[in-house]
């Protein structure tokens, strides 16, 4: 193992929703250093001009390649739509990850009669990176996308599952899972839910009941990791070791909402003493 | 009628939920001509630090005086508890008017038993500028703040009424309103609630079927409303006039979407091309 092996890797985020990667991919390699920088005082990068997320996102990685990454991982689907390839050229040869690319090619290989809902916020769906990454993929896929405003603040909020999440859930999906021969007449019903934005693994419960157990869910989350796992073993970067990693957040606004929602996507317990303010 | 009362008022908010004010105020003053600016490209102002806010109120504000107002009304309550009394040192002597002090006087006036509760946004009711303001009018209310995260991508996203809805309200305010006795035993059952959030308007209905018909909703925007007809007349600046007013939107980001949300906030089709892009 190289002395570079040992440094850690970079996850970026606009805000909290990249935990879901952050927790993810500290599942799959638990003897990995990571290091996350949320910008949330910047937040939400969704409703902003694509110049502005692309200047704000190589501020953000600057400031974590500085601090010595072996990888950056773009945890946020509205950056990695826009600034994914400015970041890999900025900063090549560094290897730069994105969320969008893993999870349409896990939506691709899991779907068997190629219609595939992609759920997001309403920029990424505006914007259509998911729906294009997919039919690059897979030219015949039949591609529905839907954008789940509610879903971000529901997540945020820790409302994860129980009655009202599944009336909200059905009410964006209803139409397009239960009753799909009037809403697409000439499509098959979609098999596979793509699920396109960082927060909404932790809804995942939820929507299976909504979608009904017959329809797979693709947890971009969960796919980025195992990009990542293969990205460094194929550049020669996984660590190997026994002691576990050491994990640092970084916010840019407000450290005590920083570890209050960061304990909900996380799943454990995030004191405020564990996440750190910085200046961008 | 002087020369000054023909110029428009200036509203300020740092996205759509000002429109709540906006449209009061056109229902009060009809002849009146108002000029809307809404930050967008900055919101949320809630999560930002105090300083931050300061200054993106003081140049929203500038832009709107640059324009020739004759009053600044900050229809936002994050930019009223953090920057009122700083906007109106710099631009005295023009007339500028916030929504908490109207909210917060009304809701002690309609309150029998002095037990009010206050929803707001998570800023706004850790801020405590709404509990302040009440007991300094009426010290011996009750103040039971409680912040509604989700009420305003509920508005956002035109869902009003219904179970859903309801069922989210009675989420967060069910302890408050429907057990009483056994979540505040000291205290009588609350009988006023203030909207402390000028997107709350929109869920009006709703909140009554949660809190049932005896508890009286004070709307901080139509108490707004009033107060600056009342100021207007005080500073002889009121437009006397047979010809409705003329009314213009500005938006530091996306015109399509703030037509679209903006039309759900004044019940009214709002075209895109009513709206124009500043930057500031």
Redesign the interface.
């Known amino acids: 193992m190289n002395d570079a092996a040992l440094k850690p890797i970079g996850l970026f985020d606009s805000g909290m929703g990249g935990l879901t990667v952050f927790k993810a991919l500290a599942q799959r390699l638990p003897e990995e250093d990571l290091l996350y920088l949320g910008d ?2 910047r ?1 939400p990068y969704g ?3 694509r110049d ?1 997320i692309i200047r704000y996102t190589l501020k953000a990685a600057q400031h974590l390649v500085d601090l010595g990454v072996k990888m950056l991982v773009v945890a946020c689907n509205t950056a990695t739509s826009a600034a994914l390839p400015t970041l890999r050229e900025h900063f090549a040869p560094l290897p730069v990850m994105g969320v969008v690319e893993p999870g349409a090619r896990a939506a691709t290989t899991t779907s068997r009669n190629g219609h595939i809902v992609v759920i997001a916020t309403e920029a990424t769906i505006t914007g259509g990176a998911y729906q294009q990454a997919i039919t690059r993929i897979r030219p015949d896929a039949i591609v529905t996308g839907r954008a789940c ?2 879903f ?3 997540a ?2 820790g ?1 994860m599952d129980g ?2 999440v599944e ?2 859930a059905r ?1 964006y999906l209803g139409d397009i899972f239960n009753t799909p021969g009037q809403t697409m007449p000439h499509a098959p019903a979609p098999d596979t839910l793509l699920l396109g934005c960082t927060h909404f693994p932790l809804l995942q419960g939820a929507l299976q009941n909504v979608v009904g157990a017959k329809v797979h869910i693709v947890d971009s989350a969960a796919t980025t990791a195992k990009d990542i796992a293969q990205e460094l073993q194929r550049v020669h970067l996984l660590r190997h070791n026994d002691t576990p990693g050491k994990y640092t957040f970084l916010t840019t ?2 450290t005590a ?1 920083f570890a209050k929602t960061g304990s909900i996507f996380l799943g454990r317990h995030l004191n405020e003493n564990e996440v750190s303010l910085v200046d961008l």
Do not use: Q, S, Y
């Open positions: 949330t005082a937040l409703t902003k001009g502005t405003t509610l971000v603040p529901l945020e909020e409302w009655p009202l009336g909200i009410r606004d407000n909402r």
